[in-house]
Structures are given as structure tokens and as C-alpha cells.
């Protein structure tokens, strides 16, 4: 008898069957950081067999680099239930002022979270892994991956513990391993770029007294300096002297640190006690392919670039929230293998426009010359008095204006993110997204759309273990099937009934699969009223 598919209850054949009891697990996750963290929990909570190796020991370390969650990183994370207590315990901040002059106003942006959150990367990690170990996510710490070989059925995974060699063998491996990713070693991908800034510092230390703003950032004749609190009573330094250059593995001290603060800064702070200082360097690299067979990467394994801009972790978590879904879906027999093309299609330019945002503020920053560091002024000055460009830097920074290409003949608001809707009955959609299912939200008195009865007295229904369906708590009359990862797939704001349906029927074949797209699709037969839009575009 035929395998049946135990999310889909698909038939999916005894040489699917055979081969899948031939697999460890249905993914390998190479990497523990928050974009291995996330990837994890996000297919372990569709109901996948995970394995995450970790080079590292079962800890959470308190030394990090990242200090920085934007608008819509936390928008992800809401979709998963974590932002507000991640909020809860961080700093978010209203107003940023760049190199003394330019205001970023992260108010104007139309989202739940219209400020940037300073908090450490581990309390991020400290959520993440807590949901992955929730949902059942397998972990391997202590183990070196030495590398792996892939078949046409699945991907074998070499790595060695104190206890010896092992191997583990899955469906599909990702690389979420870093800048000296051993996994994208193994598929033999190069990773072209250069250095852009050498001889960074960074410690952590104790400040005798407190800066104005959570977060201190400024550029000032031959230096540049960030602080930033963290916990504890401990704060980031982060900074860089055009006169004290030297190779990563030069001792650094907290003299330097000082040094360097009152060029760029005016103060020390009365920094003491400085339990971890660190000099290294800063590259921007990206990789060409995302994808090798049954490969992936993602996170600083995938692109690096400078700490400018705060985007690192950021890129990378948004990289496991385009790629888990998809992974879910091809997994579960929903899509087939080539919808995992569309992660390089849609996350290979994001990587390199964040390669050129953070290259040009850290190019800005080290601007030298007198000359240069007029052109930084004047530059400053034009963003601070330019509401347009103010808005488009607000937007690039936070990753609210991350957009998907959509093809030809699409509707506007597809391949663009979905704001938080509001919904009839009082729910939000990020609230829906948590499910990890396309949410299809129509008019309230659209007919002929299936409907089953709704959970815990919202008023979303489910049409089958892909689509939920929500209704506007407005009158708009927009159709909209909104991807697992908050982007929108389709739309239509037609009133032929035969065009509603046919649109939708064609956008749930390509996305879900749905056996039952026809039937559905053939619901969507009320007027529409031209040009009503969702708010917050």
C-alpha cells in the first residue's frame, strides 16, 4: 500500500516511502545562531524531523556582535509568537541622528513596531532556541562538521564529536555555519569579495556614566564609535581609529577603546572593567548560488559585510523565514522541488543590496579627507531635510521595503510585505501567520468560500492544512492569499466574478498546491470596488 503523507495525506508511493525511512531526518541544520535557530524551529513546528549541529558547547553565550533588531525582523519574529517578549526586554528607540546630522525616524513607518529594538543577539538566540526545543528540534552540540555528500535522494552529513566520527542523513542540509561556513566549503562555492575596514574594535565594558541615548553612534574627523547597552549593567563599544590600524590578532585594550571614544564621541563615558576586548576585520562577501542540489545557505554563510547598518542578523533571519516555508511545503508534497528556486531568486538580491547599504554608511563613515568629510555632512544634512530620502533610508534600514519579484501582469501589492491587518472578529494577521499557513483574506460576505468551523472564537476558517481564511474587518474588497512569510502572493481587486476566480485558482496552484483550488477559487464572486487598496503599502 501507498505511503500516505501524514500532513497532506497524500499518497506518496512505496519508493518515497523506502527512501524516506532511509533518512536520519528530513533536514540538517549546520549552524546554531539565530538563523539556524529559526530555520529549526520553523520546520520543526511543521512537523518535520530536524537535526542542528553545533560546533559549539550547549550554552548560550553571553559575547555577541549583533546589538540591533529592525521593524520587520520583529514582524517575523511576531509571526512566531516572540516579539513582544523580545520588546519586553530591550530598548527600542524612537530616533536615530547618523554622523551628528541625519534624523532616521522609524515612527513613520506603518507597522507594529516603529522603532529599532538595541537588545543582544543572545536574548534572541534565547528565544529561538527555546521554541526549537519546544517543537522538537533534535540538537548535536559538540560537533565538527567535516563535510557531506549529496544524491539524488538526500544529503549525508560528516561530522565528529569527542566520541568519534558520526554522520546523519536527511532530505536537505542548510548552511547557517557563518563566514567560515564549512558547508559551503563542502558544495565547493567561492566567496568573492574583499575587506572593507580593518582593525575594528570591539569590548565590552562598564560606563561610569550613561549616555544620552540607548544607542551612541557618531563619525568625527579619523574615527568612528557605537555604544550600545546590553544587560547587566554592561555595554557594546564598537570602534575604529584611522591611526591605530592593525592585524586582527594585535592585542587591543581598553586604553584603545578609550581613545577612540573621545575622538568620535567627545566622552569616555568612565569606562572600567572590561571583561572581553576584540580587534577584527569587516568584509563583504556574498556567495553566487544560495542552492547546490539539495544545499542551502543562508545567514553570514551566504553574504557579510560590515557592521554598518545593523543588518547581519537581520538579513540572515530573514533568509530562514523565506526559506523554512518553502522547504515545509516541498517536504510535505505541497510544491514541488522548484519553488526552493525561488529562495536565490528572491534572497540573492536582497543579500547583495545589503552588501551595497551597509558598504555605503561604512564608506560614508570612513571619509577622511576635508573634502570627504563635507561630502558626509552634506549628505547627512540632504536625508535629514529630504522627507523622501528620509523615508526610503527608514525603509531600506528597517526592511520594511523588501519586495519579491512577482512576475508580469501581477497586482501591485503582490511580491510586497503585508502589513499587520487588522481582521473581522478583532485578530491581526500576524497573529494568523502563526499557524505557518497561507492566509486567503477576502470580503466578510464573499460567498461560495469553504469554510470550517472557527478556532477559539476567531473568525478565520480553514480551507485545508495549507490556507486559513480571514475576512477584512473593513469593507475594502481586495482578495488577498498572503504567504507564510507575511509577503503577499497574490491579489486581485477585479469584479468579474470568472476573473476573482481565475486568478485565484492559478495563484493556489503555483503556492499551495490545492487539490481543491478550482472549488475554492469559484467562491471568489463578489464585486469588487476599484482601487480600494490595504492600508499600509
Do not use: C
Not at 507597522?111 to 540538537?139: D, H, I, K
Not at 560528516?158 to 548552511?175: H, I, L, M
Not at 468551523?453 to 486559513?468: C, E, F, K, L, M
Amino acid at each position: 500500500m501507498d505511503a500516505m503523507n501524514r500532513k497532506t495525506g497524500r499518497s506518496d508511493g512505496v519508493g518515497a516511502d523506502r527512501t524516506r525511512a532511509a533518512r536520519d531526518t528530513d533536514v540538517i541544520v549546520v549552524g546554531a545562531g539565530p538563523t539556524g535557530l529559526l530555520l529549526a524551529g520553523d520546520l520543526a513546528e511543521a512537523g518535520l524531523g530536524v537535526t542542528l549541529l553545533e560546533r559549539r558547547p550547549a550554552q548560550i553565550s553571553n559575547l555577541t556582535r549583533a546589538l540591533v533588531v529592525h521593524s520587520r525582523t520583529l514582524e517575523q519574529l511576531d509571526a512566531r509568537g516572540l516579539a513582544d517578549e523580545l520588546v519586553a526586554g530591550g530598548h527600542p528607540l524612537t530616533g536615530l541622528r547618523l554622523f551628528g546630522r541625519a534624523t532616521i525616524d522609524p515612527t513613520r513607518l506603518r507597522t507594529r513596531f516603529p522603532f529599532v529594538l538595541v537588545t543582544p543577539q543572545y536574548e534572541v538566540e534565547r528565544l529561538l532556541e527555546r521554541r526549537a526545543r519546544r517543537a522538537g528540534v533534535t540538537f548535536r552540540h559538540d560537533s565538527e562538521v567535516l563535510g557531506l555528500d549529496q544524491d539524488a535522494d538526500g544529503v549525508t552529513v560528516r561530522f565528529r564529536t569527542a566520541g568519534g566520527p558520526g554522520t546523519v542523513r536527511a532530505a536537505y542540509a542548510v548552511g547557517t555555519d557563518g563566514v567560515r561556513s564549512t558547508i559551503r566549503e563542502a558544495v565547493g562555492l567561492p566567496f568573492p569579495g574583499k575587506s572593507v575596514i580593518r582593525s575594528l574594535v570591539l569590548a565590552d565594558v562598564r560606563l561610569a556614566e550613561e549616555p544620552d541615548s540607548p544607542l551612541t553612534l557618531n563619525a568625527h574627523g579619523d574615527a568612528f564609535a557605537l555604544i550600545a547597552p546590553f544587560g547587566g549593567g554592561w555595554y557594546r563599544v564598537i570602534g575604529w581609529n584611522r591611526h591605530r590600524q592593525a592585524d586582527d590578532d594585535a592585542p587591543a585594550d581598553l586604553d584603545e577603546i578609550r581613545e577612540l571614544t573621545r575622538l568620535a564621541l567627545g566622552s569616555d563615558y568612565g569606562m572600567h572593567d572590561a571583561r572581553w576586548v576584540s580587534r577584527f576585520h569587516s568584509d563583504e562577501r556574498q556567495a553566487p548560488a544560495y542552492r547546490v542540489g539539495r544545499v542551502f545557505l543562508a545567514g553570514d554563510a551566504a553574504h557579510v559585510h560590515s557592521p554598518a547598518g545593523a543588518l547581519g542578523m537581520n538579513t540572515g533571519l530573514q533568509d530562514a523565514a523565506n526559506l523554512s516555508w518553502k522547504l515545509a511545503a516541498v517536504l510535505r508534497g505541497d510544491a514541488p522541488d522548484g519553488l526552493l528556486d525561488s529562495y536565490q531568486t528572491e534572497r540573492h538580491p536582497v543579500g547583495k543590496q545589503a552588501l551595497r547599504s551597509s558598504g555605503a554608511l561604512i564608506r560614508i563613515a570612513l571619509l577622511g579627507t576635508a573634502p570627504g568629510r563635507a561630502v558626509r555632512s552634506l549628505a547627512a544634512r540632504l536625508v535629514d531635510q529630504l522627507p523622501p530620502l528620509s523615508r526610503r533610508a527608514i525603509r531600506t534600514i528597517s526592511g520594511l521595503g523588501i519586495a519579491y519579484p512577482a512576475g508580469p501582469g501581477a497586482h501591485p501589492l503582490a511580491g510586497h510585505r503585508a502589513p499587520d491587518l487588522r481582521l473581522a472578529g478583532g485578530g491581526r494577521l500576524y497573529e494568523l501567520l502563526r499557524q505557518g499557513r497561507f492566509v486567503l483574506i477576502t470580503p466578510a460576505d464573499e460567498p461560495g468560500i469553504p469554510r470550517s468551523p472557527a478556532h477559539d472564537g476567531d473568525s478565520t476558517h480553514g480551507i485545508n492544512d495549507r490556507v486559513v481564511t480571514a475576512s477584512w474587518r473593513s469593507p475594502r474588497r481586495t482578495a488577498l492569499l498572503v504567504r507564510p512569510d507575511g509577503y503577499i502572493a497574490w491579489a486581485t481587486d477585479a469584479s468579474a466574478p470568472a476573473a476573482r476566480a481565475a486568478g485565484l485558482r492559478s495563484a493556489l496552484d503555483r503556492w499551495t498546491g490545492a487539490e481543491d483550488a478550482g472549488s475554492i477559487a469559484t467562491g471568489l464572486t463578489a464585486p469588487a470596488h476599484a482601487g480600494d487598496m490595504p492600508a499600509g503599502r
